[in-house]
């Protein structure tokens, strides 16, 4: 008699379910029957791979964070992805040397600019090795979040000066800065920045502790010239066809928690999956890559029995599901009407927005949703395409809006940080040394067409990658790659539940390295080993 196969099931065919297929299928391709179920029409999950007037630009996924190590630098380089003749998202790098532009079209002091940024990485540097110095007064670092350890910086910086009577001087009239508005304003600057990067709506919301936790691999951080699909294909292309299963939305997951002599009667495999278009497949291992959004939001279906997992899963993991922080972040991307002989250069704008808007009677107005956007760039030098960034509210807000209406939000914005016949004159106010009146203009620059990424509406994604919000730590990131049931060792009691019913991986699974690709490829490795270990395989790299 032939033994069976064991049937195991990926959910998901993004980063870390697609790892975890390839690793099962090299290191035991006969001996396991493996299937990938995607909701979608498409593999590769938060990493989409598009192309906008002429250049190839990601909506998801960006950068490889540090090539040293990078198992996905690793791959990319493999399948020859590092080169293209086709123009790249920032294929020169991230800009450097930014026109830093005050609301109202003032140029600021680039001296200014380098003082507080540096000022500000050295605080996150600071967050980042673990060692916070306690200021008197101020809550321990296990309390604090980064955005009021950022501040509380800021203010000793501000204490250990000697001030001067422009420091507090209330002198916006006709659009002059004081020194601390502007520095107040480059500090915010930054901090959007880090909102992009960790995907927190506020950085109040970011727990700091676990930012000593955080790793990040050596090296250049570089995209990915032919796409970051590329790494996604590679994987895919190592399996058989007919593996993968696309249109496969998952309804519900049934699994065996407590043993039961019934449910174990011959060899039926204990967990049951349920898709919408009403067919059923039975799994003896279910390896669940959706994203910590779908989870939450399968969480707060949990109470009215409409959850993805039946029964529903245990309070420790609604728990770290609901802790944990799960943002939207999205990206835009612009085309400059550049006429025959292409567009005068774009810089790469930096804006710095006044913490109380101005009166829409002395500039145009600025849409709230643009008014955290740290900057506007060309995606590569000399590009007529344009990139910003949202997140949080007013990612959602983008969202919602149409091609023609982001058109107009972006030119009041330009508009906006365009210095007009009357802030060209100086106004009627007092203007500080460190910013030039009228120093800036958009030059009649015109936006033609826009495409943005939409994750937060996306019922498959709802978001776009995790943090560690406070309230929560790096020990609910463990929690989150526990598998289900908690019965540790092999198989237990015979009338006990069967072990790794349900295994978890995705970047929100990992330590060391969530909201990256890698650490989704991370996760999918170790669910893979969990298995192969669990049967007897080797686990050693393939």
Not at 126 to 139: D, F
Not at 420 to 433: K, L, M
Not at 479 to 508: K, N, V, Y
């Amino acid at each position: 008699m032939v033994a069976k196969k064991p049937r195991i099931v990926v959910v998901g065919a993004g980063m870390a379910g697609l790892t975890a297929a390839h690793k099962l299928h090299a290191a035991g391709a006969s001996s396991f029957d493996l299937c990938v179920v995607e909701a979608g029409d498409r593999i590769g999950g938060r990493i989409r791979s598009s192309e906008f007037a002429g250049v190839r630009v990601e909506l998801g996924a960006t950068w490889i964070h540090g090539i040293g190590g990078s198992p996905v630098y690793d791959i990319a380089q493999k399948v020859g992805a590092l080169e293209s003749t086709l123009p790249w998202e920032l294929m020169d790098g991230f800009p450097e040397d930014p026109v830093t532009v005050a609301e109202g079209g003032y140029l600021v002091d680039p001296s200014l600019v380098s003082d507080i940024t540096s000022f500000y990485r050295s605080l996150m540097d600071l967050a980042r090795s673990g060692s916070v110095p306690i200021l008197p007064g101020a809550a321990a670092a296990s309390k604090l979040s980064v955005g009021a350890f950022l501040r509380q910086g800021l203010r000793a910086y501000r204490a250990s000066r000697p001030r001067g009577p422009r420091d507090s001087a209330a002198a916006y009239r006709g659009g002059c800065w004081t020194l601390e508005s502007l520095e107040d304003a480059v500090f915010t600057i930054n901090e959007n920045v880090e909102r992009n990067d960790t995907s927190a709506d506020e950085l109040s919301g970011l727990d700091l502790a676990a930012e000593g936790e955080y790793r990040a691999f050596p090296g250049d951080q570089i995209t990915i010239a032919q796409g970051y699909s590329q790494v996604i294909e590679h994987l895919a292309s190592a399996l058989p066809p007919g593996l993968i299963r696309l249109g496969k939305k998952v309804e519900k997951i049934e699994w065996v928690p407590h043993g039961s002599a019934s449910a174990f009667d011959g060899d039926e495999p204990p967990v049951r999956i349920h898709f919408e278009d009403c067919t059923t497949m039975a799994a003896d291992h279910v390896i669940v890559t959706v994203s910590l959004g779908v989870l939450k939001s399968a969480v707060r279906k949990d109470a009215a029995a409409t959850g993805l997992f039946s029964p529903s899963l245990p309070p420790f993991k609604r728990e770290v599901i609901t802790r944990l922080g799960f943002g939207v972040v999205n990206k835009l991307f612009m085309e400059l009407d550049g006429g025959d002989e292409g567009p005068a250069r774009f810089p790469f704008l930096q804006l710095a927005f006044e913490e109380e808007p101005p009166s829409p009677r002395r500039v145009a107005k600025i849409p709230r949703w643009m008014r955290k956007t740290p900057s506007i760039c060309p995606v590569y030098g000399g590009s007529r395409v344009l990139l910003a960034w949202f997140v949080g509210k007013e990612a959602m807000e983008l969202e919602s809006l149409g091609g023609d209406e982001i058109i107009r939000g972006v030119h009041a914005a330009l508009d906006g940080f365009s210095a007009g016949p009357r802030e060209a004159n100086g106004g009627n106010g007092a203007v500080d040394e460190r910013c030039a009146p009228g120093g800036w203009h958009a030059g009649g620059s015109k936006l033609v067409r826009v495409m943005k990424s939409a994750w937060g509406s996306d019922p498959l994604f709802l978001g776009s990658y995790s943090y560690v919000a406070v309230g929560s730590s790096g020990e609910d990131l463990d929690l989150m790659a526990e598998p289900l049931p908690r019965c540790h060792g092999g198989r237990g009691a015979p009338d006990g539940p069967r072990p790794l019913q349900i295994l978890f991986a995705g970047e929100a699974t990992h330590r060391t390295h969530y909201s990256t690709t890698h650490g989704a490829y991370f996760s999918g490795i170790r669910e893979a080993n969990r298995l192969l270990q669990h049967y007897n395989y080797s686990c050693s790299e393939v």
